[in-house]
């Protein structure tokens, strides 16, 4: 069946530092993309989405990075601060969204 | 964006009793809502859709007499959770969507935990 996965179940980063999660999918026909981040005891929190007609985009910040060839997807965080410390998901979406497994990111003083 | 709401935040109650979780949106018609669970650590999982008026549909292994599902407005969806056991005990997360915006929006949760 569909599935979204993430390489890394946690990553530490040094304040100040770039941020990078990738994630894996494997359906093929997925052509909507979406990033979220959630904080402990909380919903997620929509960061940045991206459509399978484009391999880049950026916000403030942030930016995904989308390889249709090998089914890849990855969430570039510029400048990692103490308050991007959450768990990121990957997911798509067709009628529904699909999540990922998670990655925890913990940034180092 | 839009805002969703649920309550309670949290809840405890004892095994073998009935909890219900109470998803709204509050500026926006949600013609569909979304109920989500969530194990420690784990991520969200997509329990049951349901579109306002009609009956839920439920995900693969999802029981629809334990988690009963009503949307009879709007603005608001129930889930309860029948007869709940410590197993029962998880991370709620409800979320909506409807015109005009595509969107699914989230609301913040809900800590279930039964003893």
């Known amino acids: 069946g569909e599935s979204v996965g993430l390489h890394l179940p946690t990553l530490s980063v040094q304040e100040g530092d770039n941020s990078i999660i990738n994630c894996a999918y494997s359906n093929s026909a997925s052509d909507y993309f979406i990033w979220y981040k959630q904080e402990s005891g909380k919903g997620p929190q929509f960061i940045i989405d991206?459509?399978?007609?484009?391999d880049k985009r950026q916000g403030q910040r942030v930016t995904v990075l989308l390889n249709k060839t090998v089914k890849h997807l990855s969430l570039q965080i510029a400048a990692t601060q103490p308050g991007d410390s959450a768990v990121y998901f990957c997911?798509?979406?067709?009628?529904?969204?699909?999540f990922g497994k998670g990655t925890r990111l913990h940034i180092l003083p | 964006g839009a805002v969703v709401s649920q309550h309670p935040s949290r809840v405890i109650c004892k095994s073998g009793t009935s909890v219900k979780i109470e998803c709204r949106s509050l500026?926006?018609?949600?013609?569909?809502m979304f109920w989500y669970r969530q194990f420690p650590k784990k991520s969200l999982m997509l329990m049951a859709t349901s579109n306002e008026g009609s009956k839920a549909t439920y995900e693969q292994g999802v029981e629809k007499d334990k988690f009963l599902i009503n949307h009879a407005s709007l603005t608001l969806s129930t889930l309860t959770v029948t007869s709940a056991h410590p197993e029962d005990s998880s991370f709620y997360i409800c979320s909506a969507s409807g015109p005009p915006v595509d969107e699914q929006f989230f609301g913040p949760g809900t800590r279930l935990t039964v003893l």
């Open positions: 997911a798509y979406r067709d009628d529904k969204i699909i």
């Open positions: 500026d926006f018609q949600a013609t569909t």
């Open positions: 991206i459509r399978s007609n484009m």
